[in-house]
């Protein structure tokens, strides 16, 4: 037996997992309460004593840890950058790659109010970015005098115009700013280059940040470098997919991610046009992508589903949920009380329900904002499509994950809320995907594994993702 724990160091809890890789099998898994305002390791040894009465795995003897984290907020950062359509939407896709959540973004030049904001996030990093190469220098050299003169005491990543760069950084470092270059997120105006960005962004998350959150205790119990979650899902995303040189993937995927305070999206699929007569406009999209909507998570963010799809939509998302069931319920009053009451689980069947109908409204709306779009424009030829964003229409897998999913009365429901819809059929969701559960809570152990052995971990996750039906 060769026995790994798979740690995630959660905001709400802490999360433990257990597996065989000489068998290639899950052992257990259990949790407790995340301790992050006294001791992380106090939560986690009760998770691990947890673990072992539920599957007899002894933590003192096991040949390996890998651990992600989430806790105290996660990896929070705010972007800068010039065109809020071209170098911010660049800057904001480096940050999301890297398992960041972007808390706030600016674009063009920025000032006294906007840098209270920012000082007022109390941001993990702050990435400043501005201009293609040779491009615009102005705004940038603006925006760096302004954090220089800011309160803000995190790392500033510098992404932009090379040509400002060594200029930037010495207005910065004048301020007393802890400050990092590196290339260019929009290098010209149609290149998107973003792994520079992330790399940094994970050295600086391991150098500064996990000290800051007191994840040091955690880290020395892991052995090895702690990664942010989010991180981790996103390689679990890319390895299912994608595969290995020994180890076939399942192809072109969509996740869907529901927390209580976010839902975040990933896509692994090739870039390709609706058709041949498309024409594709707006910056050129990465096979891998995450978005993350911070206003759609079933819990701290369950009054803002009412807000954006009303009682009406909800009803009917309730009915559709449970057609036998004659109730009439007030969102409102229920939404309110999830808002003042996050960690509600749900005592009745009608809860359940409650919660898919949420959770059905938020993904719609979640995936529609990750899809890409179609519409048709007139030209000086006459009328053409143009496509923006990622066309997801043949992506061959749906998968969810979270803990609905896993919890949920029949999560599989929610799934259908990817889909294309005749009633948008501008919004290029997929059209006929295979679908599948993450009911044993794995992806983020898989997103770990991957790192040191990723056809093991390939195999374990397609042994344990539950195939389901949802057309």
Not at 328 to 346: G, R
Request: glycine share 8%; charged share 20%; hydrophobic share 40%.
């Amino acid at each position: 037996m060769s026995t790994y724990l798979l740690i995630d160091f959660g905001s709400t809890y802490t999360k433990v997992m257990a597996v065989d890789l000489e068998r290639e099998v899950f052992l257990g898994r259990a949790q407790s309460p995340t301790t992050i305002e006294t001791d992380i390791t106090i939560g986690l040894g009760k998770a691990l004593s947890n673990l072992q009465q539920a599957c007899g795995v002894d933590p003192e003897k096991v040949d390996g840890k890998i651990a992600c984290s989430s806790a105290a907020g996660g990896l929070k950062m705010a972007a800068i950058g010039l065109v809020p359509a071209l170098t911010l939407e660049a800057a904001r896709r480096a940050a999301l790659g890297a398992g960041a959540k972007v808390v706030a973004s600016y674009g063009f030049e920025i000032d006294k109010e906007i840098v209270r904001e920012i000082e007022e996030k109390k941001c993990d990093i702050v990435m400043l970015c501005g201009g293609t190469d040779g491009g615009n220098k102005q705004v940038i050299l603006h925006n760096a005098k302004e954090l220089a003169a800011s309160k803000i005491e995190c790392p500033i990543l510098v992404a932009g115009n090379r040509t400002a760069a060594s200029e930037v950084r010495s207005i910065l470092e004048s301020g007393g700013k802890s400050v990092y270059v590196t290339s260019n997120v929009l290098p010209t105006i149609d290149t998107v280059n973003v792994d520079p960005a992330q790399s940094y962004i994970r050295d600086i998350f391991i150098a500064h940040i996990i000290k800051a959150k007191g994840l040091e205790k955690a880290q020395a119990y892991v052995g090895k470098d702690i990664i942010p979650t989010p991180k981790a899902s996103l390689l679990a995303a890319n390895l299912l997919a994608s595969g290995t040189e020994g180890e076939a993937g399942i192809g072109s995927l969509l996740v869907v991610e529901i927390g209580g305070a976010t839902i975040n999206i990933h896509s692994v699929a090739d870039i390709m046009p609706v058709n041949s007569q498309t024409i594709l406009r707006g910056l050129p999209e990465s096979r891998v992508k995450r978005t993350v909507e911070g206003d759609l998570g079933i819990r701290w963010n369950s009054h803002t589903i009412y807000e954006l799809v009303g009682q009406d939509k909800l009803m009917d998302a309730l009915k559709s949920c449970s057609p036998g069931m004659s109730c009439n319920v007030d969102f409102k009053e229920y939404t309110d009380y999830l808002y003042a009451n996050v960690e509600h689980v749900p005592d009745s069947v009608l809860q359940y329900n409650l919660d898919i109908s949420l959770a059905k409204c938020a993904t719609s709306i979640a995936v529609e904002r990750h899809a890409g779009t179609l519409h048709k424009e007139m030209t000086v030829n006459g009328e053409v499509y143009v496509q923006y964003g990622k066309n997801l229409l043949e992506v061959e897998n749906v998968l969810g994950t979270g803990g609905i999913f896993k919890y949920g009365l029949e999560p599989e429901r929610i799934l259908k809320s990817a889909l294309f819809d005749d009633m948008a059929p501008w919004s290029l969701k997929p059209k006929a995907p295979k679908a599948y559960l993450d009911s044993e809570y794995i992806m983020y152990g898989i997103g770990l594994l991957s790192q040191q052995f990723p056809d093991k971990a390939l195999r374990i996750a397609k042994k344990y993702l539950k195939p389901v039906s949802i057309q």
